[in-house]
């Protein structure tokens, strides 16, 4: 059994993607090995034990709702008439009406830069509308799930720092900071805020960063200082909050879409024994 997940698919491959040409090539490699394609009801059977569902068993699936997945992923799912699962962040949703496009009007912006713009409610060209969602969903090639209706992610540890701003940055940097990113803000693994409560940098230790005169003296004050990170939330706001954000999520789909989730992707792949609780 193979879960194969996927971002993006691009005529040419980008950070985040996979070119069309290779996503072809995969789905026929599958196809003709003889795997069995499975949606969300297809997995549940299959952990369930349905010896009906073959062990050589495969689900594709796609991350966030990038519109790309319509315009260069769908074409060759219908090709191969085998179905894979989307799931759909709410949160990133293109708000235009009756907008569906075609690969003629569709400019590819960068993955990194399209995050930013939408988590920012700057700009949300580069993922679905939800009449290109139910265009997918009338094709029959789409298994559309839930993938929560927030996409942004807090400091919770410091144990892969990649570097500091600007040298690097990150789409969720702002938010996890609570701030424009300050020269010397580490970029390190965010964690995802559907998983644990909200964090943010302490006082003391933002101005120690800002008072550092390289790269080398931050990574020390990281390793070293005795309160990096704070929690701004307390447990029971953290269950509401995620609880609101994943009702949220189920709503609209089901309003848009008429459809009731059953299968939740987590985004970034994070989740807590509590937040699968409040699940």
């Known amino acids: 059994m193979i879960i194969w997940f996927y971002h993006r698919v691009l005529p040419s491959k980008q950070k985040l993607s996979v070119d069309l040409e290779t996503f072809e090539k995969q789905i026929l490699f599958l196809k003709k090995s003889g795997f069995y394609f499975i949606d969300s009801k ?6 369930s034990g349905d010896r009906l569902i073959s062990e050589k068993s495969v689900m594709i699936t796609f991350d966030d709702g990038w519109v790309d997945n319509f315009i260069f992923a769908q074409p060759v799912l219908a090709k ?5 699962t989307i799931a759909v962040n709410t949160g990133l949703i293109n708000p235009s009406h009756g907008l569906v496009r075609t690969s003629n009007a569709y400019t590819i912006t960068d993955s990194k830069k399209a995050l930013s713009n939408a988590v920012n409610n700057k700009d949300f060209t580069s993922f679905l509308t939800w009449d290109e969602l139910r265009e997918m969903k009338k094709s029959g090639f789409w298994d559309i799930q839930a993938h929560g209706n927030s996409h942004l ?45 909200r964090t943010t940098l302490s006082d003391d230790f933002k101005e120690a960063l800002r008072n550092a005169k390289n790269n080398s003296e931050r990574l020390a004050i990281c390793k070293t200082h005795p309160c990096p990170i704070i929690e701004i939330e307390t447990a029971d706001e953290f269950e509401n909050r995620v ?14 879409l008429g459809i009731e989730p059953i299968s939740l992707f987590w985004p970034w792949g994070q989740s807590t024994q509590k937040s699968i609780e409040i699940a």
């Open 153 to 197: 992610g807090c400091y919770r540890n410091f144990d892969n720092i990649r570097g500091f701003f600007p040298e690097k940055e990150h789409w969720t940097m702002e938010f996890a900071i609570g701030e424009n990113p300050f020269l010397g803000a580490p970029r390190t693994t965010f964690e995802s805020i559907l998983s644990s409560p």
């Open 80 to 84: 191969f008439a085998v179905k894979a």
């Open 42 to 47: 297809g997995l549940i059977r299959y952990l």
């Open 243 to 256: 609880a609101n954000d994943l009702e949220i999520c189920k709503h609209k789909l089901r309003e848009n």
